[in-house]
């Protein structure tokens, strides 16, 4: 009895670590590196790696290190400091999940001058069918932690059904960064906001447009 009561126990734990959300906080990646394999058991393009999560990245989906952690960027408030995820090249990223991934996608971004968009597919490289569209409004800036224009970070996330294998993150060069993408939730990090974090998402919708500011600092 002891021992189909630990098998069951054991089952359990099994079960519940597998439905965690997957969380990417592109910390331990270098300023201006090319993500690449870095989720992957691989490296980026500066030769940083992380845990092999099965992730791959675009070749032009960059990291980027807070001005004030003594990188490049134009920001503040994200919510895994110091370092996100952006792009300068194209008009999207595209990641890819090679085990795939469902339930829902979620992250954190923030973008004052242009809004973007994200896709989610049922296939790798960012075709095949459609499982959710999420538009990503512009949103406010409070001028950063203690600089940085892009800040604060909003959370926004779609629900779907089926198994995703990528997602193209789309928007204009330079102008909207991402943080804490979550796999397996709507919302980043896989918990509920609470009331205060709902409002601040909520006014963060309404937008606003500071023309000329980079995500990057000259």
């Known amino acids: 009895m002891k021992k189909m009561i630990l098998a069951v126990i054991l089952v ?32 980026g393009s500066l030769g940083s790696s992380g845990p092999n999560l099965g992730i791959t990245f675009s070749t032009n ?11 490049s960027g134009n920001f503040g408030g ?16 595209i990641m890819n999940v090679l085990a795939g991934f469902d339930t829902g996608f979620s992250f954190f971004y ?4 242009n809004p973007g968009s994200v896709n989610v ?18 949103t406010l800036s409070d001028g950063g932690d203690p600089n940085g224009n892009f800040s604060p970070f909003f959370g926004i996330g779609v629900g779907f059904s089926g198994i995703a294998k990528s997602v193209s993150f789309a928007g204009v060069q330079d102008q909207i960064g991402f943080d804490d993408i979550t796999f397996g939730s709507v919302t980043p990090g896989g918990v509920v906001p609470e009331p205060s974090t709902a409002l601040l998402l909520g006014i963060g919708l309404i937008g606003t447009a500071l023309a000329g500011r980079r995500m990057r600092r000259a």
């Open 121 to 138: 597919y049922d296939n790798f490289d960012g075709i095949g069918n459609i499982l959710a569209s999420l538009d990503i409004p512009t």
């Open 12 to 43: 359990s734990m099994a079960l519940t670590a597998n439905a965690a959300p997957i969380v990417l906080t592109f910390e331990g990646l270098q300023n201006y590196e090319s993500i690449g394999g870095f989720y992957s058991g691989g490296a």
């Open 110 to 113: 923030s973008a004052i001058n």
């Open 78 to 93: 994200e919510p895994s400091p110091s370092t996100i995820m952006f792009f300068l090249e194209g008009d999207s990223a």
């Open 61 to 71: 989906t960059l990291a980027i290190i807070d001005a004030d952690a003594g990188g």
